[in-house]
């Protein structure tokens, strides 16, 4: 089986700014590409996860989230990194219109993406990792039985500073960006603290 690192998208990979209704507006962090060949040279699988609701609530299509997840790929291409998956949820329960108006398995904190990842790259989450700016995400590492780290990058400064105090779960560890995460999970794996 394989070891994964799943990575949320928007202020994770890229600046966050809100939704991205256009692919002028996703700009990755500088330190991306270099983060992301630390997982790929330490043997994981890297797995974009991220929820999507600007297509439900009609800001923009599920095309132009295509277009920019080409895009990231691509940049990524040209810095020697690699995105082995993304995985994108684009509904939601209340807010949506149409088909994109539904309570979905796919929506994080629900673990559908997870399972989906699972499958399709026999991922082993017992030594897999998540990768979120949110306190949500680290709830959602956690029903999927991965391990979480939190970045300080997109809203994870403000999340950290103001309402850590009232988290019931706590992340593995806390890092400044993704290529400290990257660093960290390297080195967690490499001194086989997860192994059997």
């Known amino acids: 089986m394989n070891k994964a690192v799943f990575l949320d998208r928007d202020g994770t990979i890229n600046e966050e700014m809100g939704y991205i209704n256009h692919i002028s507006r996703f700009r990755l962090f500088d330190f991306v590409p270099r983060a992301i060949k630390i997982l790929n040279e330490a043997g994981f699988i890297v797995i974009v996860v991220t929820n999507q609701s600007g297509v439900a609530r009609g800001y923009f299509d599920e095309q132009l989230v295509r277009e920019i997840h080409e ?3 691509e940049d990524l291409k040209i ?5 082995d998956g993304i995985y994108y949820c684009p509904h939601h329960p209340q807010e949506g219109r149409g088909e994109y108006k539904k309570d979905c398995p796919c929506r994080k904190p629900k673990t559908g993406m997870i399972d989906l990842a ?7 989450v017992s030594h897999s990792f998540m990768v979120g700016d949110r306190y949500k995400d680290i709830v959602f590492a956690k029903k999927a039985g991965l391990k979480p780290v939190f970045v300080k990058t997109g809203y994870g400064v403000g999340e950290y500073t103001y309402q850590r105090n009232e988290w019931k779960e706590e992340p593995l560890f806390v890092a400044e960006n993704l290529l400290e995460a990257a660093q960290f999970i390297r080195d967690t794996a490499s001194v086989s603290v997860f192994s059997d």
């Open 71 to 73: 895009r990231l790929v």
């Open 79 to 83: 810095k020697s990194a690699r995105i």
């Open 118 to 124: 699972v499958k399709d790259h026999n991922i082993d």
